[in-house]
């Protein structure tokens, strides 16, 4: 992978879940950064931009939510895909009027997260 390979960014406090989504996804050839909280990827100053991300709902501090909110307001649209411990039919319904590409029960089966990937990918503009 080259340096203009897109990245896609992990987002989720739960280290062994950073670092299996990063295994995963390194393991199909893609480009992973990972962060613990929505703070520390807004910090990040890593440019271009990941093409995608994998966020985790509930987050200390920012949650998921609160981050897609935050960005759309700034007008970064970077796909995403929710992941989520708890069913929350209110917050999936939330990230996805507000354009989330998919929201994901934990444990969730792999392809259905590269399918969902696959989606953000092909929306993924330079």
Known sequence: MSQADPTIAVIDDDESVRRALQRLLRST???VATFATAEAFLEDGTQPPPACLVLDVRLPGL????????????????PIVFITAHKDDQARRQA?????IDFIAKPFDEEVLLGALAVALGQYKR
């Open 29 to 31: 050839g893609l480009t």
């Open 96 to 100: 996805l009027a507000a354009g989330a």
């Open 63 to 78: 949650t998921g939510l609160d981050l897609q909110e935050r960005l759309a307001a700034a007008g970064r649209r970077i």
